[in-house]
């Protein structure tokens, strides 16, 4: 009987943090000091310090950090986002949730982040930003998406939600950017015991305004001077992040030796695409996505298998019924359409073994063997 090889185990992580987290946390529960304090503006220098940033700040989650990044460059109602198709729906959420329209593009098909060329084209009078997203753990282009945005002065967010650690020869992803906002959901690759998300500016001004709009438009307590939200990020999480943020570069490592590996093993399969690197970048490997025809009964059969899989994402946002009412069509975006329906994530996490790989390997040569349509 063989073991099953799960899509992401995050015991291990725990296991290498618990002793030095539970002191602390014993602390905080002992002071009640859950709000504020020197484990969050602790996370907030270190986590500046990794990524080459002036400002970090600690938020509630990935989706307020983006939507606290977009207010604070000024985007406002009835203004356009632009942003790549196959992302997580929070990129183009936070934008709604201003009352700002996201313009999804197509994205280019070697690496699927947002074709540049796209951008110069969907670029008009109402757009106020220009969303790259790090998608998979990988750097996208920012540097060709300058010029672009230095033409029209327009702001370029970077959605750093999967790409801790990532750089290309520009820098880390999420300090590209005049502004970034990131993730610290459990499954990201610097990841809380909880939501979490932090919002990384090298602009100070930026930052304060990100800061006080978290913190219900306040900088000194019960002096409100704009209407803000409650978007903070807890000293619980905080704790945690600090933990994992020293191990981040030896988990990448570990990711990184996994795609290396996964590239040997699986190379041989006939009919799978493999995921490839941009010359120049380190990527961490937030997922490792292969792509294949009949994806669906390539992905059945791996389940059956006792393969943990995924679909990252099953449906292009402009497709999802949740934006039917910005119009958009089937055939509009063909790049990430034609790759919705071939992605599979493969098992990916930094404790993943040789042998479990090797288990995915052969789970899928078996299910590619059995292909319907001959592959090329
Ligand atoms: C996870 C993720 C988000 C949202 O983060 P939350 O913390 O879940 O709100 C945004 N964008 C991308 C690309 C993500 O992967």
């Not at 484990?39 to 080459?52: V, W």
């Not at 490592?253 to 996964?262: I, K, L, M, T």
């Not at 790759?339 to 090797?358: G, K, T």
Request: hydrophobic fraction near 45%; proline fraction near 6%.
């Amino acid at each position: 009987m063989t073991e099953n090889v799960p899509f992401l185990d995050l015991s291990a992580q725990q296991a290498e943090i618990i002793d030095e987290v539970l002191p602390k946390w014993r602390e905080q529960f002992r002071s009640a000091a859950f709000m504020g304090g020197p484990e969050i503006a602790g996370f907030e220098q270190e986590y500046a310090a990794y990524l080459g940033v002036n400002c970090v700040v600690g938020v509630s989650n990935g989706t307020d950090a983006l939507e606290l990044a977009y207010r604070a460059v000024g985007v406002g109602p009835g203004d356009e986002v632009i942003m790549p198709a196959n992302t997580f729906i929070a990129t183009a959420e936070a934008a709604s949730r201003i009352g700002a329209v996201p313009v999804f593009v197509d994205v280019e098909d070697e690496y699927l982040l947002i074709d540049p060329d796209a951008v110069a084209a969907a670029v008009t009078e109402r757009t106020r930003a220009i969303v790259p997203v790090h998608l998979f753990g990988q750097t996208a282009p920012v540097e060709l998406l300058a010029p672009i945005a230095e033409r029209y002065g327009i702001p370029i967010i970077e959605d750093a939600a999967q790409s801790q650690g990532a750089a290309s020869a520009a820098g880390r992803a999420g300090s590209l950017g005049r502004v970034a906002a990131t993730s610290f959901y459990p499954g990201k690759n610097l990841g809380a015991a909880g939501d979490g998300g932090a919002v990384m500016t090298d602009d100070p001004e930026l930052a304060r305004t990100v800061r006080d709009m978290a913190a219900h438009g306040s900088a000194t307590k019960y002096v409100h001077h704009r209407v803000g939200f409650n978007a903070r990020l807890d000293a619980v999480q905080a704790t945690v992040l600090r933990a994992k943020l020293r191990r981040l570069d030896a988990w990448n490592s570990s990711r990184q030796e996994a795609a290396a590996w996964y590239g040997q093993i699986l190379s041989g399969i006939e009919g799978v695409r493999l995921p490839s690197v941009r010359p120049g970048n380190s990527d961490v490997w937030h997922l490792y996505v292969i792509r294949v025809e009949e994806r669906d009964r390539v992905l059945a059969e791996l389940t059956a298998d006792g393969i943990g899989a995924g679909i990252h994402y099953p449906t292009p946002v402009h497709l999802t019924e949740a934006y039917a009412h910005l119009g958009y069509q089937r055939g509009q975006f063909p790049v990430a359409e034609a790759a919705a329906d071939r992605i599979l994530s493969l098992p990916m996490f930094p404790h993943l073994l040789e042998e479990q790989q090797e288990r995915v390997a052969a789970a899928l040569s078996t299910a590619m063997s059995r292909a319907l349509v001959p592959v090329a």
